[in-house]
Every structure is written in C-alpha cells, then in structure tokens.
C-alpha cells in the first residue's frame, strides 16, 4: 500500500519554529521531486515549496520565502521542512506531495503527484 506520512506539526507561539518531516512506504521518495501544500481553514489548498530530485533545486511561495526551508535526506528517504518566524497566517494542515517526476515544474498546480498523505497540523497561536 502507497503511504505518505507527515510528521512534526503542533502548536507553536508566534515567532516560533517547527520542523516538518515527510516518509513513505510502499515506495521510495529518493528519484522524486517533492512539494509541500497546506491548507487552512475555508481556503483552497496551496503549494509553499518544492524539491527536486537530483540537483536538488528548490522553489518556494511567496509567502513562505526567506522563512521556510525544504531539504532532503536520501539516506534516509526523508524531505524535511523548517519553518521559522511562523506566523499566525501560517496555521493550515501541512501536506508532502511526492510527484511523479523529478523536478518542480507546475507544482503549484498539483500536477503529477504520485499520492497524498493525511497531513499534519500546524497551529500559531499565543
């Protein structure tokens, strides 16, 4: 059975930190490009980053942009993603999209993703 699993949301204070973390089973994420999306309540679901599979070129939202970091570990067929000085904005349910090509073209548009885990939540709140 295809499963993505994300790890490591909670609740965090403004400013603060959280490190996301994205596995699989049933297949590997190495060979794959990979996006994070989130989605927050009454609003549709978008895409804040990207990794790519080989060079490892990354891409992100606007929003996101000098705050959030995507990296990877193959050895450990694990996509991780630092988020930093959060904001309340930031509140959503965070999701890993591994796709099914190596590079980020088009992945805001939820192209090619090859399947979808149940999401993690992340709350910023004081």
């Known amino acids: 059975q295809l499963q993505v699993v994300e790890s490591g949301g909670g609740l965090v204070q403004p400013g603060g930190s959280l490190r996301l973390s994205c596995t699989a089973s049933g297949f590997i994420l190495v060979g794959r490009a990979i996006g994070w999306f989130r989605q927050a309540p009454g609003k549709e679901r978008e895409g804040i980053a990207c990794?790519?599979?080989?060079?490892?070129?990354?891409d992100y939202a606007d929003s996101v942009k000098g705050r959030f970091t995507i990296s990877r570990d193959n050895v450990k067929d694990t996509v991780y993603l630092q988020m930093n000085s959060l904001k309340p904005d930031d509140t959503a349910i965070y999701y890993c999209?591994?796709?099914?090509?190596?590079?980020?073209?088009?992945?805001?548009?939820?192209?090619?993703?090859?399947?979808w885990g149940q999401g993690t939540q992340v709350t910023v709140s004081s």
């Open positions: 990794i790519s599979a080989i060079s490892g070129t990354t």
């Open positions: 999209a591994p796709r099914t090509i190596s590079y980020c073209s088009n992945y805001v548009r939820q192209e090619a993703v090859h399947v």
